[in-house]
């Protein structure tokens, strides 16, 4: 599809507000999309992401890693644990294999709601509609940071049910969320609202592998204003604070049931822990 083609679409159902793209600015979500080899981006999202390469060239390496860990953890909680809802925050821009593809191939009754408050994420998200006849999906338009958004939107109600379990995924997203908003209380009221027995997937962005080379990715994200923040493992772990770590733990995203060792990829090359974990009773 062309970008006009993309741009031009109509959404179905309710009407969506229109939104203005920012084309002349570098927006995390295409950058994200630049680095994993997608094809929604433009010149000043390029511009940002390879001077972000230049500063730290195995961060395409560790962005693209962190994506398959995400369709493993998907894989894992839906063919494993029998989990047949997903609640999808900080969706990004629609890749296939979405979480919904992965999570309806092995059970197609699978419902999944995906939550973003990005303009961009919100022109492409009619991609995320295209549900197996037998499940469901819906898209919300909140913000991490406001909670209450989430969980009462009406969307989410319909499609979700917050009596039975829920894999809440947080992929690739916290490190957009500073300190100063307290991210990690921020997934625990969410986490709050789910059933016992529902499990957090989360990544969180760190410098402990290559702090110089992490260092200049964090310094090129916020000279061109996407405010970004880099933390080491205790603090990953604290996201963790009051559930189960599922076996292995929390790990670089490569090392966490990877379905073959890549011996290409090396642990200075990633800069994401990843863990799963459940709320028990």
Not at 83 to 90: A, C, E, M, S
């Amino acid at each position: 599809m062309s970008d006009t083609e993309w741009m031009s679409q109509e959404p179905q159902g309710d009407p969506w507000p229109v939104v203005d793209l920012r084309l002349d600015v570098p927006h995390s979500a295409r950058v994200y999309d630049y680095l994993i080899g997608g094809k929604t981006h433009f010149e000043p999202d390029r511009v940002a992401a390879k001077a972000s390469v230049e500063a730290w060239p195995a961060l395409p390496i560790s962005m693209r890693t962190t994506r398959t860990f995400m369709q493993r953890a998907v894989r894992h909680l839906a063919a494993e644990y029998g989990v047949r809802q997903f609640l999808d925050i900080g969706t990004g821009i629609p890749t296939s294999p979405n979480v919904h593809e992965i999570a309806q191939g092995i059970a197609p009754e699978t419902r999944v709601a995906y939550v973003d408050n990005d303009p961009i994420v919100l022109t492409h998200a009619r991609a995320l509609m295209s549900s197996t006849t037998q499940g469901r999906t819906c898209y919300v338009d909140a913000d991490l940071r406001d909670v209450d958004s989430i969980i009462g939107a009406r969307q989410l109600r319909d499609v979700l049910d917050l009596t039975k379990p829920v894999a809440l995924s947080l992929i690739a997203i916290v490190h957009f969320v500073l300190d100063e908003d307290d991210p990690q209380g921020l997934v625990r009221r969410i986490m709050d609202e789910l059933a016992p027995g529902s499990f957090l997937v989360l990544t969180v962005f760190t410098g402990d592998t290559d702090p110089v080379g992490v260092g200049g990715v964090d310094r090129e994200y916020n000279a061109r204003g996407i405010p970004l923040q880099v933390r080491d493992k205790a603090e990953a772990l604290a996201f963790f604070d009051g559930y189960d770590l599922v076996d292995p733990g929390l790990t670089l995203v490569h090392h966490w049931r990877p379905d073959h060792d890549d011996p290409q990829v090396r642990d200075r090359d990633i800069a994401m822990y990843g863990g799963v974990a459940v709320k028990r009773a």
